[in-house]
Nanobody
Framework: QVRLVESGGGSVQTGGSLKLSCKISEYIGGYYCMAWFRQVPGKEREGVAG???????HYADSVKGRFTISYDHAENTLYLEMNSLKPEDTAMYYC??????????????????WGQGTQVTVSS
């Protein structure tokens, strides 16, 4: 069973930065497509950024130019570097590994793996 464990969340002020990590428990091979989602209470989970093996990356319009997704093969770890943070970025952030495409619902095929989430809070 593949396990994903997020870390790196916290509280920052507007304009600050955070770097989220998602450690993957085992090598997931050549099929991978990984992504970050976020969710606030009462709203649907939304895709933030996705990456595949090429690596091809895809971002939500709301984070383009501010967030960078990357994957370290040696560490088997997915990252999300977040700069110029805004209060509207406040959410629980989740990483996921699946078999799809970054541009199609951020990799989701319904059969992937999810982490437990890490909270990001941005104050004004």
């Amino acid at each position: 069973q593949v396990r994903l464990v997020e870390s790196g969340g916290g509280s920052v002020q507007t304009g600050g930065s955070l770097k989220l990590s998602c450690k993957i428990s085992e090598y997931i091979g050549g099929y991978y497509c990984m992504a970050w989602f976020r969710q606030v209470p009462g709203k649907e989970r939304e895709g933030v950024a996705g990456i595949d093996r090429d690596p091809y990356t895809h971002y939500a319009d709301s984070v383009k130019g501010r967030f960078t997704i990357s994957y370290d093969h040696a560490e088997n770890t997915l990252y999300l570097e977040m700069n110029s943070l805004k209060p509207e970025d406040t959410a629980m952030y989740y990483c996921t590994a699946d078999w799809g495409s970054p541009t199609v619902n951020y990799c989701q095929t319904g059969t992937g793996y999810w982490g437990q989430g890490t909270q990001v809070t941005v104050s004004s």
